[in-house]
């Protein structure tokens, strides 16, 4: 076995909501141990299907969130087992509602004393107390209530009237597994200098209430609403557009036009070697302030104006090579099936494939995040069958 956390148990009580962070630890090396009903976990109900036939091992967002775990199918009333499971374990993770660690095996601090080194990461829609710890939620809602859709949207010249916008792909309850994952390997460092385990309570709001940007520290501060604007970060004062269409119809994104004065230079020069932009030479726009977004200057106006006039006589491509030549953090807006062609991805071995039920061909999936000089990530399966490694399980359990 392969990976940074190679040796370490981890059993998963999870669905959809907490599934990511045992992902996580499974592709860094850990055993993860995915307990489901005999129906299956819901999120084998998550489409898209291989070949859109739904099945319990058909689902392609259960492949890729469920990548090197085991799969042990347990009925509601077997608590004994799972208590044992769980007594052998390094790390515990569980979503829903609080207290439902409790009512499947016993209470965290009945635990400590049989396994004292025991972590427990509870993630949950609002946390283990308060107000609205019993309350519901979805991805959606989460993203709501915590802040960051009122942060997502549109410009008012763009789609009049037009609400806040969710970003898609569970982003919200993502968030708060990245969150949970940090958390659960700063208890095990601290396991790793006392011995004791602890109870990580991992609320998937207030991660998001961290993740608000400027939203914030504007209210906070100054009592300032930010407004929300296309395609760029949500800010207290409108800035210039960051979104352009090239003349082959795509979009790129211009994080930034020249914020240093060399860098500045570059693209002034690029822009009127080709006629665009005969005013940018005047001093006035030397100084970086004139030219930042969001201070609602003449220059950055007339900046903004001659970039479109710019994008728009170039492919997507030129302007994206060309702006990355001079130092510009600029990029082509893709499409997934684009991503999935970009080769500096597959030149770095992102990219690895998997296959499941109903795929005799391997297809690919994103793998490493990250790349361990010592430990590699490794594909070491595919997301398991339901019940796939039940037997063998229950007999590791039994001989221990």
């Known amino acids: ?20 962070a045992g992902k996580l630890l499974a592709d860094m090396g850990a055993d993860v141990i995915k307990v489901e009903p005999p129906a299956g976990s819901a999120s084998r109900t998550v489409g898209p299907f291989v070949d859109d036939v739904p099945g319990p091992n058909r689902s392609l967002h259960f492949w890729y969130h469920n990548t090197n775990k085991r799969s042990l199918v347990l009925d509601a009333e077997d608590r004994a087992t799972l208590r044992d499971l769980v007594l052998r374990a390094d790390v515990v993770i569980e979503d829903g509602e609080p207290g439902r660690f409790a009512a499947r095996v016993v209470p965290f ?53 037009a609400p806040p916008i969710r970003g898609h792909g569970d982003q919200g309850f993502n968030t708060g597994n990245h969150y949970a994952l940090n958390g659960i390997l700063a208890a095990l460092l601290y396991r790793d200098h006392t011995g004791r385990g602890q109870h ?9 209430s961290q993740t608000v940007e400027v939203g914030m520290p504007y209210f906070l501060y100054k009592r300032e609403d930010v407004v929300r604007q296309t395609a760029r970060h949500a800010a207290a004062a409108r800035t210039e557009p960051w979104y352009y269409v090239a003349k082959d119809g795509k979009g790129v994104i211009l994080f930034g036009v020249g914020r240093d004065n ?55 491509d030129e302007i994206y090579r060309g702006g990355q030549e001079r130092r510009q953090s600029w990029g082509v807006v893709r499409a997934p099936d684009e991503t999935l062609q970009d080769q500096h991805l597959w030149d770095r071995g992102f990219f690895v494939h998997t296959t499941g039920e109903g795929r005799k061909e391997p297809i690919p999936m994103p793998g490493a995040p990250y790349s361990f000089s010592a430990t590699p990530w490794e594909l070491r399966r595919p997301a398991p069958r339901l019940g796939e490694h039940t037997a063998e399980i229950l007999a590791e359990v039994t001989r221990t």
Not at 2 to 18: H, I, N
Not at 293 to 314: K, L, M, Y
């Open 200 to 208: 990580i309570d991992c609320s998937i709001h207030e991660a998001l």
């Open 262 to 316: 060399s860098s500045w230079a570059k693209l002034r020069d690029w822009y009127q070697s080709e006629g665009y932009g005969p005013q940018l030479s005047e001093p006035r726009f030397d100084d970086p302030l004139s030219r930042q977004p969001g201070r609602q200057s003449p220059e950055a106006a007339e900046i903004s104006a001659v970039s479109r006039q710019f994008i728009e006589a170039h492919t997507a």
């Open 109 to 161: 601090a009945d635990l400590s004393a049989a396994a004292p080194g025991l972590i427990i990461c509870s993630i949950t829609p609002f946390g283990q107390d308060g107000p609205w710890a019993q309350f519901r939620s979805t991805d959606m809602v989460s993203l709501a209530l915590g802040g960051p859709m009122a942060m997502n949207g549109y410009d008012e010249s763009d789609a009049p009237g």
């Open 1 to 20: 076995m392969t990976g940074p956390l190679a040796g370490l148990r981890v059993v998963e009580l999870c669905d959809g909501m907490g599934e990511l």
